[in-house]
């Protein structure tokens, strides 16, 4: 199926220089994929003249004048700069000439353009922030990862039911399972809200596994893991930190002298087939759920593989249509409690 | 400074065989400590026999009729049970018998058991669970773990007034600073509890550092993390999953086949090297902060080795006055509301 994705270039800690070899470097792995570079026209031009890329009718230019910054506050990007790269990107979305966008930009204006240029799917309140996350299975996907810090049990829901959607499209799963984040496997633990939503998840009609501990998630014990954005955001930067933090004492440890470096040398290839199963970058790419329209979220951080991933997760749920899975979800719970 | 702790020796995956043995070494490495052990005399002795050791006045036994297990309810353990090891662990130091006390039980039922026992400290609604660490720059003292799950802006505060006086007293180190854990470093992100609390710890006269986000934590921004104990706990079980996953890939890599095996061996040094940097035994006891006695829980996995650190953590405590620098703190802030 060909599938046109707008990339917001200007966005992340790179901007062109990242975003733009990407969509160059991905156009040739996927025939049916084109897309419109949006953002400072002389900028895009340069970055393809330097990767010896010409536009076409599979690689278009979209300029758009302002550029958000990533620290800028989100509703001064939204009320301020209507000719934003971002913004023109969403709006390729909303216009229907790209079926879905990429960003490495802001989160916080991404979300807030999004929500207000796109609206939501029909019974969703609020849009939530999908991500990959690998385990010892596999990969699991988890939700909110920051997009709504007070949630209430229907919102949880809502996160639970979309989540379900997403894999099932994605990865043709049947009824793919759920969990719940909380402190304890038993059902008295947990707050108020979180015993709420374990009533109406496992009402829904979903393959509710019920409570999951901050351990599964990398145990990988279901295909999704619901919990509110303020939870979500700290269990996956405190996991980055983690991550961060072994890596740095493990390359100490082989620095530390001439027969540590050799040694180092001599296991060369486990260590990097261990990085490739472990690297972060594969895992690029959050989904804005909930919204009329496909949004992906890059890390400001990603390199072009990195973001390669994150514009091949927008390719995918194109394809799988996930909008149209959970939308006809959503119109089927209605329909049952009418 | 003498310091006689008592151990409840039942608690915990593997009951006397670990508690009895890490009470055992631990009279080798420190001369001015004594251990009351507390459960069935038979199988104490018992395990005593094993390890070649007799009961003497620096290694007295209680007996203790009864045991309470992992999964029973807290209520249920701290009504049913008036003569369980884990009480009777606690009532001597609620009588003075013991400075303090080591459980690798039940969490719920020790928190319970424990305040119940003891009370909490003066100006201390709610007592937390505070955790070690290890970070980039060495560790960092987390709070709360776990014990509440719906904490307000006070609550906080009151984390951060313990968590700072027990790193300024075990550590000797003048006006810790004190993170509020948070989603992003902005002031304007968060919920309005976290929002609150930054205000009250803002204007508390603690070295108050501002909100860290999730990887804050283990690249060692502030001495003390303070968070409410869903998201504390949860942060904390993610980490360990992620670890063990880690862990798990780097072990199948270096069995792939016999040039992986061989370069496993000769890098053996290196590898045990990191190990014993990010060791999590090393970390293994966190303190009931806020009670009016020392009460330190080892997890319930813990090993003889990592058993020896719960048991060094409440000597190390009990030298240092922390239950008399709270209290002090606390009622110099009563002091300047009044």
Known sequence: ?????????????????????????????????????????????GELKRLRAVPGPRLRIQHAGETIGMDEPPAAALRGKKDSSM???????KNGEALACVSAGNTGALMAISRFVLKTLPGIDRPAIAGILPTLKGHTYMLDLGANVDCSAE??????????ELVA??????????GLLNIGEEDIKGNEVVKQAAELLGASGL???GNVEGNDIYKGTTDVVVCDGFVGNIALKASEGLAQMLATFLRE??????????AGIAVLPVINAFKRRADHRC???????????IVIKSHGAADVYAFGFAIQRAVEEARAGVLAHISERMATIHRGVA
């Open 1 to 45: 199926m060909d599938v046109t994705v707008a990339i917001d270039c200007m966005g992340g800690d790179h901007g062109t220089h990242v975003t733009v070899a990407a969509a160059v470097e991905y156009l040739e792995r996927d025939p049916h994929a084109s897309f419109i570079l949006v953002g400072l026209t002389d900028r895009i031009e």
């Open 87 to 93: 913004r023109v990107a969403i709006n390729l979305v």
């Open 155 to 164: 919102h949880l829901l809502q996160f639970g039911i979309m989540g379900a």
């Open 169 to 178: 499209s994605v990865e043709h799963r049947e009824k793919p399972t759920v």
């Open 207 to 209: 393959n509710f596994h």
């Open 253 to 262: 440890e082989f620095k530390r002298n001439i027969f540590t470096k050799l």
């Open 283 to 293: 895992y690029n790419g959050a989904s804005l759920l909930g919204l009329r329209g």
